[in-house]
């Protein structure tokens, strides 16, 4: 993807969009790319920053093929786990 936002497509199951650093819009349009590049019953972890907003990001996420399995929240970070439908 880029260098602040990159989506790593490991051998597992799981893969991993850090959007960390990303804002939105930027943000919401490699989120759509990682969910897009997924295969029905595959994994997407995606790490968000607590001190953005993400309202954008999560109702995105609510209306798309994916289903939210876990959410983790810690003093910055925001992990969440989706699942493609």
Do not use: W
């Amino acid at each position: 993807m880029n260098s602040e936002g990159k989506l790593f497509l490991g051998t597992s199951e799981k893969n991993v969009l850090d959007l960390f650093h990303s804002k939105c819009p930027r943000a919401l349009i490699e989120l759509k790319l990682g969910i897009n590049a997924l295969e029905r019953g595959e994994r997407l972890v995606v790490k968000l920053n607590n001190l953005h907003n993400n309202r954008d990001l999560i109702s995105y996420i609510e209306v798309s093929a994916v289903t939210l399995i876990e959410s983790e929240k810690d003093n910055e970070t925001q992990t969440l786990t989706l699942l493609k439908q």
